[in-house]
């Protein structure tokens, strides 16, 4: 989950001015976490606080992401999204954004089963991102880390992705130099996924999703979370990233770290 925060953060900076090669400073002062790291925690929250069953986890997903995206109104919530966090009566809206996709990595980290990595997705999906391609985008990640943290080569999940989800057959150097800022899943999650099919290491990983341009943050978020899985996180890079998060986020995701583990390296 924290690679998703750390793609996150460091995809901060570039949301409106693309840098469209892989060499920049990782982090620096002028990163911050945005909408993608709070939504992502909410759900981990959701999670730590849900029956073991899950069965009330799609009305806890309501709760944390109302309960604790009301403290960051200023964070870069779509206007949608924005006015679901503020709503007292809170109903999905048929979105397909990729707000659905950033979210969700902590799901991918504590399915036991593909099947299950599936039916969370749907559970913390469905409660804003009912349209089909949001549950798609959304099941696309989940299954994608689920498939990394269970031993399945870079191969073997892009192979999975392409038969059952997206079809992945284009390289980022294709795409780098005509890809535009898009916020739908179907054009964001297919090249975050490359980014990750792509790399060789985490923070390369993160370099690719931000290569391409785009929605950077929330392209590097979805990247990044598949990348964890995959990889683990560097220390370096894990400590220098908790940095950026304040007392309510921080808590929240050592909470989540110690009931379900570190992935460093």
Not at 104 to 123: F, H, M, T, W
Request: with cysteine; aromatic share 12%.
């Amino acid at each position: 989950m924290l690679g998703a925060i750390i793609g996150d953060i460091v995809g901060s900076r570039f949301e409106w001015n693309n840098n469209k090669t892989n060499h920049f400073e990782f982090l620096n002062d002028k990163c911050f976490f945005t909408d993608d790291s709070v939504m992502t925690l909410s759900i981990a929250k959701a999670i730590l606080n849900a029956e073991p069953d899950y069965i009330d986890l799609s009305s806890l997903s309501i709760k944390y992401m109302q309960e604790i995206g009301r403290n960051y109104p200023l964070c870069g919530y779509g206007g949608a999204f924005g006015l679901w966090v503020f709503s007292a009566n809170p109903k999905p809206y048929n979105s397909f954004g990729n707000g659905a996709a950033m979210r969700v990595s902590p799901v991918g980290y504590v399915a036991k089963s593909l099947d299950e990595a599936i039916s969370l997705s749907r559970k913390v999906t469905e409660v804003t991102h009912n349209h089909p391609e949001g549950i798609k985008g959304a099941e696309a990640t989940t299954v994608a880390i689920y498939l990394a943290r269970n031993g399945y080569n870079i191969t073997d999940i892009k192979n999975y992705i392409d038969k059952h989800y997206y079809k992945m057959h284009f390289t980022l150097d294709e795409i780098r130099d005509t890809y535009k800022f898009n916020e739908t899943c179907q054009d964001t999650v297919p090249q975050a996924i490359m980014a990750f099919l792509e790399s060789t290491s985490f923070e390369d990983a993160i370099r690719n999703a931000i290569s391409i341009g785009g929605d950077s943050d929330t392209l590097a978020a979805i990247t990044g979370g598949i990348a964890e899985a995959y990889y683990g996180i560097p220390k370096e890079i894990r400590n220098k990233a908790l940095t950026y998060l304040d007392e309510i986020l921080l808590n929240i995701l050592l909470e989540f770290e110690n009931k379900y583990g570190i992935n460093s390296i």
